[in-house]
């Protein structure tokens, strides 16, 4: 099958050839990325949703900042394939995931555009304000800028990072990309005009002077301002959460709506204080019919058809560990009342799935959460239970 065609894409090896397109080709240039997201997994196989949802914010990103000199950290990496095909990697884009190949997440050692090797969830924003700290130890003045999924916002790690980034108040960006739980979805024209209004450097300097001006009063009175003017945007951008932990808020704006994206882009990046939160709201799949109408079965895929989306068999084989697993744990859970399951966000790939499916009462999901799982696990074990807690052992050393 003939590769997609790709002209604008061709002629952008790297994010400098990017910089130098105008907004009005950034859309062409969208839409070539994402067929070849497409393409290029089909033959591959790997994470396809995730990263087909990022790719106006990925053009957006590399546009607007100086990349690799503002470090863009990807949190987990499963959504990096259109900035590793626009980051001078494209020509190597079919080998992902093979022996010798390009990784499926970022990674230090590939390209000097991956600041931070990831697969972990949740780690982005601590990289990133470590990174911040860094910098602002040295006397620079790049951005740091972390892309973390609401998915990966569920781990008490990002927060434990937000409340310290809020605490040091060095210039940290963090992208929330929202892309399920919609915490409060964009609305037209005056969410992406509330979003670029807050961001920009009027509206920054007019609070900074009212904060000056605030701190001159009482210590009663000035706490109230300071209230008054966190909920007062909260209530329209749904930011309060954030705005407690010690960021600006910006948002929530469409993702794929590039007019939207580049103007409050540009604003934060120019900003002078940190650290800023931006809510993007995305979709999984974007653009691919087959993966829109079923996220979840195209978030990791096998090889599959391009065009019709479907996805290659894989001959039958002995069973998975997973399976046997699975099949195991409920043969013993049917004569023991007491066996219960724990999965920290991975039901499938432990096989807890299915045992969910015969005891959904004794099987929990307690979310990103590693080291709460296991101590969860404990709790129920002194009450008598025999709790199994399925981790993939990479995931341990969070535990």
Known sequence: MPRPNTPLLDQVPDPAALRRLDDTQLRQLADELRAETIDAVSVTGGHLGAGLGVVELTVALHHVFDTPRDRLIWDVGHQAYPHKILTGRRSEIRTLRQPGGLSGFTRRAESEYDPFGAAHSSTSISAGLGMAVGRD????????????????????????????????????????????????????????????????????????????????????????????????????????????LGFYYVGPIDGHNLDHLLPVLRNVRDAETGPILVHVVTQKGKGYAPAEASADK???????????????????????????????????????????????????????????????????????????????????????????????????QRA
């Open 298 to 396: 195209y978030h990791g895929v096998v090889k599959f058809d391009p065009v019709t989306g479907q996805q290659a068999k894989a001959p039958a084989n002995a069973p998975s560990y997973t399976n046997v697993f699975a099949n195991a744990l409920i043969k013993a859970a049917r004569e023991d009342e007491k066996i219960v399951a724990v999965t920290a966000a991975m039901p499938s790939g432990t096989g807890l799935d299915a045992f969910g499916k015969e005891f959904p009462g004794r099987t929990f999901d307690v979310g990103i959460a590693e080291q709460h799982a296991v101590t969860f696990a404990a709790g129920l074990a002194t009450e008598g239970f025999k709790p199994f807690c399925a981790i993939y052992s990479t995931f341990l």
């Open 137 to 244: 130890l040295a006397g620079g003045r790049n951005n740091v800028i972390a892309v973390i999924g609401d998915g990966a916002m569920s781990a008490g790690m990002a927060y434990e990072a937000m409340n310290n980034a809020g605490a040091t108040g060095s210039r940290l960006i963090v992208i929330l990309n929202d892309n399920d739980m919609s915490i409060a979805p964009p609305v037209g024209a005056m969410s992406a005009y509330l979003a670029r209004l807050v961001s920009g450097r009027t509206y920054r300097s007019l609070r900074e002077i009212a904060k000056y001006l605030a701190e001159k009063l009482p210590r009663f009175f000035h706490e109230k301002a300071k209230r008054t003017e966190e909920y007062a945007r909260g209530f329209w951008t749904g930011g309060t959460l954030f705005e407690e």
